[in-house]
């Protein structure tokens, strides 16, 4: 299992008793499908299927930022958040660590190793391309 999407009802932020499950592979999402489909669980007959694909999976892939942190998105109370929600069916938790942001590497087009070129056909010194440079020059 990858991933679990619990639908909950926006106001009330009760389980609508629908869920998505996002496995690896396929063959392990089809197995699962078959093994609960129709079972019992808990008193509750679970139906299984594999959810058809409608073009919107981006809209939900997304991680949501949520600007408000005053209140608990959990349950709505103020006071804490939802990891430390004492109504929280996974119970009190530690947040994920954030991910560090990768800094891309700048690309240099064409045109500007053109420039570059031409600058230094002009008669400048590459050897003052640094400021330490420039000013042990002077």
Request: proline share 2%.
């Given at each position: 299992?990858?991933?679990?999407?619990?639908?909950?009802?926006?106001?009330?932020?009760?389980?609508?008793?629908?869920?998505?499950?996002?496995?690896?592979?396929?063959?392990?999402?089809?197995?699962?499908?078959?093994?609960?489909?129709?079972?019992?669980?808990f008193g509750r007959v679970i139906k299984a299927s594999i959810a058809i694909d409608n073009g919107r999976a981006a809209e939900f892939i997304r991680r949501r930022n949520y600007f408000d942190k005053s209140k608990?998105?959990?349950?709505?109370?103020?006071?804490?958040?939802?990891?430390?929600?004492?109504?929280n069916m996974l119970g009190e938790r530690e947040p994920p660590k954030k991910k560090e942001k990768k800094k891309r590497k700048k690309i240099v087009e064409p045109e500007e190793v053109e420039e570059e070129e031409e600058s230094e056909e002009e008669g400048e010194d590459p050897a003052l391309d640094s400021l330490s440079q420039a000013i042990a020059f002077q």
């Open positions: 299992v990858f991933r679990v999407t619990i639908m909950k009802d926006k106001d009330t932020r009760k389980s609508k008793g629908v869920a998505f499950i996002l496995f690896l592979d396929k063959e392990s999402a089809q197995n699962c499908s078959r093994a609960l489909n129709n079972k019992q669980l608990c998105y959990e349950c709505g109370e103020a006071g804490h958040l939802s990891y430390a929600c004492p109504k």
